[in-house]
Structure formats: C-alpha cells, structure tokens
C-alpha cells in the first residue's frame, strides 16, 4: 500500500489546503459531547497551519440529503473545534465558488477555515466529478484524514483526490500502517477476536477472517448461533437459528484454511438479563437449561483464550466477548483485553481493534491505552475486516 504523507510536502507557505476530516460529531442541546474526531485530526490540521498553509476543512455532519438543513449546518461545531486546536477558526457558509475564494483571501498562510457541511449539496454523495472540480478549483493540494468516511466514495472523501495532488493526514497515515500490519503484513501466528450480537451483521467479516488468521476467537451473542450449530442446546439465548447452516459454512472454510475456531465451552448463566441476577451460575455449554440464557464465558474458557493470545504475534479485536454493559457479563472481556494490553505492553503482541462497542469494551476494562493502535472508525473498520477496498483508500495510492 503505497501513499503520499505529509512527510512529502515541500513548502506549503501560503498554499490552500482541503482538508477532509471526520467532524460527523455527537451532539445534545446543541453541544458537542465527544471530541475524540477532532483530537484525532488536530495533529494534521496544527502541522498545516504551523507550515504556512491556509488550512480548509472539510467535512459532513449528519444526514440531510442534499438540503441545507440549520440544524446539520457545521457552524454549529466551530467552537468545539477551535477549543480543540487552541486557534481561531472561521466558518465559511459555501464549499465552493466566490464565497469561498473571498474568504481564502481574508485568511492570512497559516489560517484555518471550516466550510459548510459538505452533504448540503447533492453532488457530494453522488460523487459528482464537477462538483469536486468546483471544490478543487480554490485549492493547491487535498488531504484525506477521515478514515471514517474512507468507505465512501463521495466527492471529497474519492473525488478530489483525481483532480488535486492527494496526500493521507496523519491520522489516515496511522490507521492505514495499523491496518497493514494487522492483516495486510502481519507478523504470524494472527489472532483475530470477534464478538457482538448477531452474525448476521459479521457474516463478510467472518467469511474473510477464517481465510486470513490462524485463531479466530468468536464471542458474544453469535457464539451461540455457532454453538446451535453444532447441536448444542443454547436455552433462551440471543441466537440466530436459521443461520446454522452458514455458521457450518465458516467453520468449514476455517478447516479447510487452517484456521482453528474457538468457541466457548464454559459459559455464564442466567434465568433474567439483570445486573447481579440470583439466578446466575456458571456451567459447561451442554449444561444450559432450557429457561437460562448464555450472557458471557466463563472463566475457564477466557484463560484458555489467554493462552492463545500469548502464542500469537498479531491481534485483531471487534466486539466485546459477552453483554459487558451489565455486570458482571463484562468479566470475560476485561479479563481477555487485560490479557492483550499485558502482552502488548511486553512488545510480544501487535493489537489492533476497532468498532464503536469494541472501543467502548476496552475503556471499560481500562486498557484501551495499551493496545497498539484503537480505530474508532465504525463502518470503514468492518469494511476492512471484510476484505472490501476502501474507495478514499484507494484513490490515495500511487
């Protein structure tokens, strides 16, 4: 995967800069409630400025196909941004044309500058090439820094990177040297371990891991349906039955790529999904009763998935192994990511892992500091996991 860096730029003074970010931020009564998007791409946008450039940003918030909607407009997140980088930052109600070529003139080299929400226009999400040719038309280079929105091939994520010298941000360049060496180039043996709720929503994912990893560690609720699959009485469980059939069709393709499936085989119980239930206990897979539901693995099981960790170069993490929300059924998580930080911390594993319950999962447990490198890119990140090709990656190389 080869990419042009900042690290390739000559001299910038006085040049304009398009920089695509990720500024989709969450929001309550009308204030920013996350910054985590905007310390991500801060690094980028400071060195920008700090070389001379008059730096535009430029970004999508919300949904509003193409119609300019007050309440996704990215005023709305200009303050937020400016606490963030420490620097004034104007707003510039237009993405292109004179508005937008006025306001470069007002901004002196080493200026920042958000324009508009960039969906406010249809051309955005339809890629439209003229659309950003008329971006283009007021700037000298573009850099992509939203990983985020990599699986998107809009006008500013894939399109401007055809019509102007296209560079990754620093936090594309990380995620991207992440990714590589998680699955791209990874030392071996590989562990990958995902879990969540259904498969059906991992299906590609899953599909695509058994053909690239050595250990594939399956957790959460679509453990279940794996263990149905192979005749195991699961009780009241989250479990997708229908898809038994499909779950036999991975563990298949796991044996037939030397890929080992580990699924648990001593599990927590209980009769209600309640924080602390009376009715929690702890047994093995073939002792589930009828009226009990499987809400984590038991401990057992998680040092026996600690002890493939610790035989394994390179870790892939999406989604927690239990319900972790509700104590205790967040044991085997923590337990299990304690595990991965204890041994990346070492230097004997490269972790990486990514998806907004995964991040959420290693926080809680505390460790999400020790991994190697934490994408808080959701859809891009699955995508990735599934082998697809990212167009506002691919438009980079070269």
Not at 144 to 152: I, L
Not at 230 to 250: F, M, N, P, Q
């Amino acid at each position: 995967m080869r990419f042009k860096t900042l690290d390739d730029l000559g001299d910038i003074t006085g040049k304009v800069v398009l920089v695509r970010v990720d500024l989709n931020l969450p929001m309550q009564d009308c204030a920013v409630t996350d910054l985590t998007r905007v310390h991500a791409s801060a690094p980028t946008i400071l060195e920008l400025a700090d070389k001379g450039a008059k730096v535009l940003l430029l970004a999508h918030f919300g949904r509003p196909k193409g119609e300019r909607v007050s309440t996704q407009s990215l005023s709305m997140v200009v303050g937020a941004v400016q606490g963030v980088l420490g620097r004034e930052v104007m707003f510039v109600p237009e993405i292109a044309g004179p508005v937008v070529a006025q306001s470069i003139g007002i901004l002196r080299a080493g200026d920042i500058a958000i324009l508009e929400n960039t969906r406010f226009w249809k051309g955005e999400e339809k890629n439209d090439p003229e659309l950003a040719k008329a971006i283009a038309a007021n700037a000298d280079l573009y850099v992509n820094d939203a990983f985020s929105a990599a699986h998107r091939a809009h006008a500013t994520t894939e399109g401007l990177a055809h019509v102007l010298p296209a560079y990754a941000g620093r936090s594309m360049e990380a995620e991207l040297k992440a990714l590589e060496a998680a699955l791209g180039n990874p030392a071996r043996p590989v562990a990958a371990v995902v879990g969540g709720a259904k498969v059906s929503s991992k299906l590609d994912v899953l599909k695509h891991l058994v053909t690239q990893v050595d250990h594939l560690i399956i957790g959460g609720g679509m453990a279940n349906t794996f263990l149905a699959a192979r005749g195991i009485d699961v009780g009241k469980s989250l479990c997708e039955h229908d898809l038994a059939a499909t779950a036999e069709e991975i563990m298949d393709a796991a044996d037939a790529s030397g890929c080992t499936v580990h699924l648990p085989y001593e599990v927590v119980v209980s009769k209600e999904f309640a924080a602390n239930p009376p009715s929690l206990r702890v047994c093995n897979v073939h002792e589930v009763a009828a009226d009990e539901m499987i809400l984590d693995v038991g401990a057992s099981a998680v040092e026996a998935l600690a002890d493939v960790l610790k035989t394994c170069r390179t870790l892939v993490w999406n989604g927690p192994m239990g319900a972790f929300e509700t104590v205790p059924f967040d044991a085997a998580t923590v337990a299990l990511a304690k595990t991965a930080a204890a041994l990346t911390r070492e230097g004997s594993l490269v972790s990486v892992a990514g998806g907004g319950d995964t991040v959420s999962a290693l926080n809680h447990a505390g460790v999400a500091g020790d991994f190697t490198y934490i994408s808080t890119a959701g859809g891009a990140f699955l995508e990735w996991m599934e082998g697809r090709e990212l167009p506002g990656v691919k438009a980079l190389e070269g």
